[in-house]
């Protein structure tokens, strides 16, 4: 889906830019330019973000119950 | 007329914050449908979007009659969808957190002691029901059809350059 109208950036390229390195919503928005405009989708960028962060870690446990 | 709180007004914004930015989003997924070449869903999407229009009238309307100022400035962040599946699938949910808002305030209204603005939330929570209920079903018949055969169904195959 598309969360930000205004560059036209979509929850992919949000989640893409977690797994290039970014690791704080400003260099997420930094990297993609979502909401360097309006700032409307700031907040769903957090959320991607967040949501993204958690998954990863998550799969990371996943990762460390099996290997023990 | 003065409401029996300002609160009252302030969820009647609230309400239209969320209409305005329905409008906006099925309005633009209509037309990404018709682009598409899926007129019919487009259709679909477009008719929903004039019915959220009509209600944010009745909306701004009744926050006038309270002597209230309508905000039509704003809106919430709106996501819209890159296929016809996460379309339907974002409709749902945003008509799922509309079903929620409104119950919450038809239960304030009440507790309020103002049934009326009560039952036209009521009403608008019935309303955004059948709609999610359709954008359900358009799901449950792709998960049965699989997406193409689905969508085959609202191509306009009539349809001529103009």
């Keep these: 889906m598309i969360v930000c109208q205004c560059n036209v950036v979509s929850d992919r390229d949000v989640r893409a830019a977690v797994d290039a390195g970014a690791r704080t919503v ?5 990297g993609t330019r979502a909401g360097t405009d309006c700032g409307g989708c700031v907040f769903t960028v957090r959320r991607v973000v967040c949501q993204h962060v958690e998954d990863i870690q998550s799969s ?9 | 007329m003065k409401p029996v709180s300002p609160r009252v007004t302030e969820l009647l914004n609230n309400a239209l914050t969320l209409e305005l930015t329905v409008i906006n989003g099925y ?3 209509a037309r990404m449908l018709d682009n598409w070449g899926l007129p019919h869903l487009g259709k679909a999407f477009y008719d929903l979007s004039i ?7 009745e909306l701004i ?5 309270f002597d209230g100022h309508p905000n039509v400035q704003k809106m919430n962040a709106i996501q819209v969808g890159e296929t016809p599946e996460e379309m339907l699938q974002l409709a749902i949910d945003s008509e799922l957190g509309a079903i929620a808002q409104f119950n919450g305030g038809a239960q304030e209204c009440h507790d309020l002691g103002d049934h009326a603005t009560a039952l ?8 955004e029901e059948s709609h999610a209920d359709w954008f359900e079903s358009q799901l449950d018949a792709i998960t049965r059809l699989g997406a193409q055969n689905y969508l085959a169904q609202h191509v306009d195959p009539s349809s001529r350059p103009s």
């Design chain 1, 26 to 30: 400003a260099q997420v928005c930094r």
């Design chain 2, 27 to 29: 309005f633009l997924s």
């Design chain 1, 60 to 68: 990371l446990v996943e990762v460390d119950s099996e290997a023990s």
């Design chain 2, 120 to 127: 036209f939330f009521e009403e608008m929570a019935r309303d």
């Design chain 2, 61 to 65: 309307q009744r926050i006038l009659m």
């Design chain 2, 51 to 57: 019915g959220e229009m009509n209600d944010a009238d």
